[in-house]
Structures are given as C-alpha cells and as structure tokens.
C-alpha cells in the first residue's frame, strides 16, 4: 500500500501554472510533518516548500518564494499550486512526511533516508 501518492504534473510553457496533489493515506500519522522535494537528472533532491504541523507554519525555499504555494486539507493532504513556472523548475517532484522532530528545513540537498515516507514523485516538465 501506497503512502504518500502525488499526482498532478505535467508539461506547460514557460509562464503556465501547475496544482500537485499529494494523497496522504491513513496510514501514516496525522501529527507528522511534510513537505515537497524535487529532483533534476544529476541533482541532489532539494526542498520545495515545508509544513509544519505543532503551528501550520510554511517555509518556501528563496526559488519558488511568490510563485509557489502549498496548502493542505483537514485529511492531511498536501497540494502545491505552481505558478509563474520556469524551465529551471522542471525536475520530479516528491512529497515526504515524518516525525517534526525529524530536519525539515529547504535549504541545502535532503538525503532520502531523512524520512521515511515518500511517494513515488510526479514530473513537471517547463518548456521555454
């Protein structure tokens, strides 16, 4: 069974708009953290955007502050709505929860084995 499945990528122009979702299922717990992570071929997997969940406070990583804005419901879900997409954004992108006492910061690479739940990921693609 699927924890964590995002779906909601896709390929758009330079300028379009994306919504990712995040479908959380009940298996994993409802005081954890989350956050969404992307990849680029032949880059380290990078913080998006993080929630955390004592407070509903959000952080955004400095590339997508303004454009970016994630968002979650009453079940856990997490959605990411992307606007102002750039080709510098094209990478799969990854939703992750765990323990808040786990690192959840968007600066610097995040190792996989930081959490232990991660969905599958969902490509978006940017076209110039």
């Known amino acids: 069974q699927a924890h964590l499945v995002e779906s909601g990528g896709g390929s758009v122009d330079n300028g379009g708009s994306l919504r990712l979702s995040c479908v959380v299922s009940?298996?994993?717990?409802?005081?954890?953290?989350m956050g969404w992570f992307r990849q680029s071929p032949g880059k380290d997997r990078e913080g998006v955007a993080v929630?955390?969940?004592?407070?509903?406070?959000i952080i955004y990583a400095d590339s997508v502050k303004g454009r970016f804005t994630l968002s979650q419901d009453k079940s856990k879900n997490l959605y990411l709505q992307m606007n102002g997409l750039k080709p510098e954004d094209t990478a799969m992108y990854y939703c992750?929860?765990?323990?808040?006492?786990?690192?959840?910061?968007?600066?610097?690479?995040?190792?996989?084995?930081?959490?232990?739940?991660w969905g599958q990921g969902t490509q978006v693609t940017v076209s110039s």
């Open positions: 929630i955390y969940d004592q407070d509903g406070s």
């Open positions: 992750a929860a765990d323990s808040c006492a786990r690192t959840w910061r968007v600066e610097g690479s995040v190792p996989t084995w930081r959490y232990d739940y």
């Open positions: 009940k298996s994993v717990p409802r005081e954890y953290c």
